[in-house]
């Protein structure tokens, strides 16, 4: 919209969108009440550790102490959605709970996640593709955001969200993030704290009801 608003035209962009076939939803109905019998009717907490880039991705014992915390505080589940990529270190996040979860990493297709995201009261996440997905399924979504910044224009698009960031000089240092921190500290988000994200998560839990 950028070279159309220099011709006077401001038309805003509308909200994205996904739109879910009926063999998906109902697969993944199935699919929960094969995986957390036990879990029914508990809310879902999903959260996403992995990134496409290691610079973009926020400690996973810190993602597993907001969402014990959370879970704990809720009464849900937590749900760990990536790709095939990312299974270790969904195995470590899950073997830092001690609440009900369901380790989906990897072994569902983008619809598929995409259906069992829908069903999640909130996201947990870093500035990554699940991010996008969750806006644009209507969850509500907290995320971590460390070498890159709203203003590049990756960033929750009109949506229920809580973007949380380090204030540091070095930052943004890419448009997309990188394999390692240019200046080896990787401050962007060692700063970023476990009780800021649990105070958003807080914050953010059950605003998709009352939407």
Known sequence: MAPLRCLGITAPLPPLEMHLTA??????????????P?????????????ARWS???????????VAQELAQAQQ??????????ERRLAQELCQRLSVPVLNSTGKLSLMHTAALLQQ?????????????MATALRVP??????PTVQEFGFYPFK???????????????????????PRG????????????VCTAAHTMWGLRDSS
């Not at 589940?77 to 095939?84: D, E, K, N, R, Y």
């Open 159 to 181: 949506a229920c969200a809580q973007v949380i960031s380090a204030e540091i000089t070095c930052r943004p240092c890419s448009t997309k993030g990188s394999r390692r921190c």
């Open 55 to 65: 610079t973009k991705r926020w400690p996973v014992e810190r993602f597993a102490a």
């Open 76 to 85: 849900a589940t937590v749900v760990v959605l990536g790709s095939a990529e």
């Open 23 to 36: 063999e998906s939803q109902e697969a993944m109905q199935a699919y929960l009440q094969q995986e957390l």
């Open 185 to 196: 500290h990787h401050q962007c988000m060692q700063q970023v704290t476990v009780a800021q």
């Open 38 to 50: 036990e879990s029914l009717g508990r809310p879902l907490l999903a959260v996403a550790p992995g």
């Open 141 to 146: 979504v907290v995320a971590i955001f460390g």
């Open 120 to 132: 999640c009261q909130l996201l947990l996440s870093n500035d990554s593709g699940l991010m996008h």
